[in-house]
C-alpha cells in the first residue's frame, strides 16, 4: 500500500448508532479498487456515541476511519454533516468518494459534490477501473449499461445501492487507524432535524427476506395485484413491485425493486406479470433462484431467469396459492 497515492473514501450511513449494511458493502469494493490502485482505503464516519463502529469499518477493510463524534451529529444534518466532510475532503484529497444511495447519501452526495466542484453518478450498479485506472461508474441505460467517468476532476463520486456489491468478510483481527475530528459549530442551518419518528415497515422487509414475490403492470388491476400480494402472504415472502405498479397506485414507492428503488438479493425470487425491463432487474441480480410468471412466451424476462412459466398470472397464481396451502397442510399433519 502506498500512502502517498490519493486514498479511496467510503462516507459511512448510520442509524441509532448502527452502521448500514450498505456501508461496508462499499467499503468492500472500495478494498478491491484500493488494492488495484495501490493506495488505502479510509473512511468517514459521523454520528454520536459511534466511537466503538470505527473497529468494524477496519475489520471490513478501512485502514484509517475519521470519526466525528458529538451529540450535534446524533441526527442526520444536511449543512453540518457537509461542512466536515467537504473540508475533510479538501485536506485529504481523496481520489475516490462513495456513499450508500440511502435518503441521507442522495441528499448528501450532490451537496458535496457542488461544493467540490466535482461530478457525481447516482444509483451505480457496477464500479471499475478502466486501462487509465480512472472510475468506470457503471449506470442501466438505453435498454444496457452505461459507463460514466469523471477523468479530471477528484473526487470521483458515486451513490450505490444496498445489495449491489456483497458484503466483505469481517477481520476483527485488522488493525487501523481512527483520526478524531473537529465538530464545528459555526455552521449555518437552514435545517435541522429535532426529532425522527419511525413507522413499523409492513410485511417482511425486502432488504432481509429469503422469498420476494413481485408484480408489475400484468397484475392488470387492484383485484391482480391482490393476488400477487396474496402469494406473498402465503408463502411469508416480502412483496415487492416495478415502477408501474407505484404508478397504479397499487404498491407503496418504497417496496420498489430496481434503479430507483432497492436492491434486493434473496434466496428465491418470483416476478409475476413483470416484462424484465433492465431498470428492475438489475435490483434483483443477487437472487439464487429466479422464476418468472408471464402470459407472453416471447416476454424478454424468460431469457433473465432461471424458471419461466408461460401462463396468465390472474389463472395461475390462485391455484399455486391453493397447492402451496395444501402442501403446507400435509407438512402441518405429518
Known amino acids: 500500500m502506498d500512502k502517498t497515492q490519493a486514498p479511496v473514501w467510503v462516507i459511512a450511513d448510520q442509524i441509532d448508532c448502527r452502521i448500514l449494511s450498505v456501508s461496508f458493502q462499499l467499503i468492500g469494493r472500495a478494498r478491491k479498487l484500493a488494492d488495484e490502485l495501490e493506495t488505502s482505503v479510509e473512511a468517514v464516519l459521523l454520528g454520536d456515541n459511534v466511537r466503538e463502529q470505527t473497529q468494524q469499518l477496519v475489520a471490513a477493510g478501512a485502514d484509517t476511519v475519521y470519526l466525528a463524534n458529538s451529540p450535534e451529529l446524533y441526527f442526520y444534518q444536511p449543512e453540518l454533516y457537509t461542512e466536515i466532510i467537504v473540508k475533510l475532503a479538501q485536506k485529504q484529497q481523496p481520489q475516490i468518494m462513495m456513499l450508500g444511495s440511502t435518503s441521507m447519501g442522495r441528499e448528501l452526495a450532490p451537496l458535496v459534490a457542488a461544493r467540490l466542484k466535482t461530478g457525481l453518478t447516482a444509483h451505480c450498479i457496477d464500479l471499475v477501473l478502466d486501462k487509465d485506472r480512472i472510475l468506470e461508474q457503471k449506470i442501466p441505460a438505453y435498454g444496457g449499461l452505461l459507463s460514466i467517468i469523471c477523468p479530471e476532476k477528484r473526487p470521483q463520486m458515486a451513490t450505490i445501492a444496498s445489495g449491489v456489491f456483497p458484503k466483505p468478510e469481517m477481520?476483527?483481527?485488522?488493525?487501523?487507524?481512527?483520526?478524531?475530528?473537529?465538530?464545528?459549530?459555526?455552521?449555518?442551518?437552514r435545517i435541522e432535524t429535532l426529532e425522527v419518528v419511525r413507522e413499523e415497515p409492513k410485511g417482511v422487509p425486502l432488504e432481509s427476506a429469503p422469498i420476494i414475490v413481485a408484480g408489475g403492470a400484468g397484475a392488470g388491476d387492484p383485484d391482480g395485484w391482490q393476488q400477487i400480494a396474496d402469494?406473498?402472504?402465503?408463502?411469508?415472502?416480502?412483496?415487492?413491485?416495478?415502477?408501474?405498479?407505484?404508478?397504479?397506485?397499487?404498491?407503496?414507492?418504497?417496496?420498489?425493486?430496481?434503479?430507483?428503488?432497492?436492491?434486493?438479493?434473496?434466496?428465491?425470487?418470483?416476478?409475476?406479470?413483470?416484462?424484465?425491463?433492465?431498470?428492475?432487474?438489475v435490483g434483483i441480480v443477487g437472487s439464487q433462484i429466479m422464476i418468472?410468471?408471464?402470459?407472453?412466451?416471447?416476454?424478454?424476462?424468460f431469457e433473465k431467469v432461471d424458471f419461466g412459466i408461460v401462463d396468465d398470472g390472474r389463472e395461475f397464481v390462485p391455484v399455486l396459492i391453493?397447492?402451496?396451502?395444501?402442501?403446507?397442510?400435509?407438512?402441518?399433519?405429518?
Open 292 to 301: 418468472a410468471i408471464n402470459n407472453d412466451a416471447k416476454s424478454p424476462v
Open 171 to 189: 477481520d476483527a483481527e485488522r488493525t487501523g487507524e481512527v483520526v478524531e475530528l473537529e465538530v464545528p459549530i459555526d455552521v449555518p442551518r
Open 231 to 281: 402469494l406473498a402472504n402465503t408463502l411469508n415472502a416480502a412483496l415487492g413491485c416495478t415502477r408501474p405498479a407505484v404508478d397504479e397506485g397499487w404498491a407503496d414507492l418504497e417496496t420498489m425493486i430496481g434503479q430507483s428503488g432497492k436492491m434486493v438479493s434473496p434466496e428465491c425470487y418470483i416476478g409475476v406479470g413483470l416484462s424484465g425491463e433492465l431498470q428492475h432487474m
Open 322 to 334: 391453493e397447492k402451496i396451502k395444501k402442501y403446507q397442510e400435509k407438512k402441518v399433519t405429518c
